[in-house]
T-cell receptor, first 114, second 116 residues
Framework: AQTVTQSQPEMSVQEAETVTLSCTYD???????LFWYKQPPSRQMILVIR??????QNATENRFSVNFQKAAKSFSLKISDSQLGDAAMYFC???????????FGQGTRLTINP | GAVVSQHPSWVICKSGTSVKIECRSL??????MFWYRQFPKQSLMLMAT?????????EQGVEKDKFLINHASLTLSTLTVTSAHPEDSSFYIC????????????FGPGTRLTVL
């Protein structure tokens, strides 16, 4: 069974600085998708970024970018120019191309210090 | 785009009663909907997956007679918690997806259920 591990329960960063959240996963499949979701205090899950495993190019969305290392099964999220609104719980998730359901990591709580 | 709503956002009920939670995709047709449960400070736990017009597929350990899921249309899925008990108190979240959205799941805002 696939698993997703987020080894950092909590992280903090100064406003305007850069922070990287770690995520590793375990799978024997070659075709899959990886996601980062953000859950702010409102508890609304928001899609931050998506990566297809067959794409070598790392996905980016404005201040958010990933470092996808397929061989190492690593999928870290970099947040540049951190803003107070980035404070949230961040979940890394995996989905096999052959399945519909997501496998979530345990989450990393990100605090932004003004 | 890809907006999912849930209703109600919070509900309090007495033990033994049933509660229905609605999940709607507002601007797309959701061929697949998912129901999750989230305990405080924990990750999301998938309860079931439902495809429009088909019976839901429940995850191991989830009582299908207690958590009734109906996905009767491409924009609406409902979760009914039957004979609710205090241990059913939790935060319930739905998500929806379709192939046009590259099967990405978009989430509703969640429903907080408190059973007294």
């Amino acid at each position: 069974a696939q698993t997703v591990t987020q080894s950092q329960p909590e992280m903090s960063v100064q406003e305007a600085e850069t922070v990287t959240l770690s995520c590793t996963y375990d799978t024997s499949e070659s075709d899959y998708y990886l996601f980062w979701y953000k859950q702010p205090p409102s508890r609304q899950m928001i899609l931050v970024i998506r990566q297809e495993a067959y794409k070598q190019q790392n996905a980016t969305e404005n201040r958010f970018s990933v470092n996808f290392q397929k061989a190492a099964k690593s999928f870290s999220l970099k947040i540049s120019d951190s803003q107070l609104g980035d404070a949230a719980m961040y979940f890394c998730a995996y989905r096999s191309a052959r399945a519909q359901k997501l496998v979530f990591g345990q989450g990393t709580r990100l605090t932004i210090n003004p | 785009g890809a907006v999912v709503s849930q209703h109600p956002s919070w509900v309090i009920c007495k033990s033994g009663t049933s509660v229905k939670i609605e999940c709607r995709s507002l601007d797309f047709q959701a061929t697949t909907m998912f129901w999750y449960r989230q305990f405080p400070k924990q990750s999301l736990m998938l309860m079931a997956t439902s495809n429009e017009g088909s019976k839901a597929t429940y995850e191991q350990g989830v009582e299908k007679d207690k958590f009734l899921i109906n996905h009767a249309s491409l924009t609406l899925s409902t979760l009914t918690v039957t004979s609710a008990h205090p241990e059913d108190s939790s935060f319930y979240i739905c998500s929806a997806s379709n192939r046009g959205l590259r099967d990405t799941q978009y989430f509703g805002p969640g429903t907080r259920l408190t059973v007294l």
